[in-house]
């Protein structure tokens, strides 16, 4: 009777849930994003739509475990490893969200301005070149998790939250 409980109480204290986002160019949907939280340790990746591989390729995976983060990418041909400071220059929105998603807030630093309008807030990345602004709206059920995301660069990309699974 006691190793079934032991079992039962490790498998409790176990956390993990995928978040999935619809990527959206203007109204066409191009991708989606996967991310999943387990415990200590976070993965994301997200892949172009197969209906316009022919056109345009962009699929990455984000780790993060602790204070460590890595972000590899695929662009067209190119492949490229970041580390977490390169991420907040290149690719911000993706800790930005995920630390919202842990922590339901984000954080004021020097790489980022942030203001909470209540519903949703605006990240604006002082060292991105290409992010100008990043928009989380927070969800209805679970405002923890943005129920859409838009990011303002060289094009507008919107990511609607799909589907939430805890396992």
């Not at 109204?27 to 994003?33: A, L, Q, R």
């Not at 907040?88 to 984000?106: A, M, Q, T």
């Not at 790489?111 to 100008?132: Q, Y």
């Not at 660069?153 to 919107?158: F, I, P, S, W």
């Given at each position: ?11 409790s204290?176990?956390f ?15 991708g ?13 990746e ?9 056109l345009?390729?962009?699929d ?16 067209k041909?190119?492949?490229?490893i970041f580390?977490?400071e ?10 930005l ?20 309008k ?40 919107r ?8 396992d």
């Amino acid at each position: 009777m006691k190793i079934p409980l032991i079992i039962l109480l490790l498998f409790s204290f176990s956390f993990s849930k995928t978040i999935i986002y619809d990527v959206y160019l203007y109204f066409f949907k191009v991708g989606n994003v996967k991310i999943q939280l387990k415990d200590n340790e976070t993965y994301a990746e997200g892949k172009t739509s197969k209906g316009i591989r022919w056109l345009y390729t962009y699929d990455f995976k984000f780790i993060q475990k602790g204070n460590e983060m890595f972000l590899y990418e695929r662009e067209k041909n190119k492949e490229r490893i970041f580390k977490r400071e390169d991420i907040y220059r290149k690719k911000p929105w993706l800790p930005l969200v995920i630390e919202f998603i842990k922590e339901g807030s984000i954080k004021g630093a020097n790489l980022f301005k942030v203001k909470d309008k209540g519903a949703f807030m605006e990240v604006f990345p002082t060292n991105s070149k290409r992010i100008k602004k990043i928009v989380i709206k927070k969800g209805l059920k679970n405002r923890n998790i943005p129920g859409e995301i838009i990011i303002y660069g060289k094009v507008k990309l919107r990511l609607k939250l799909r589907d939430v699974k805890e396992d």
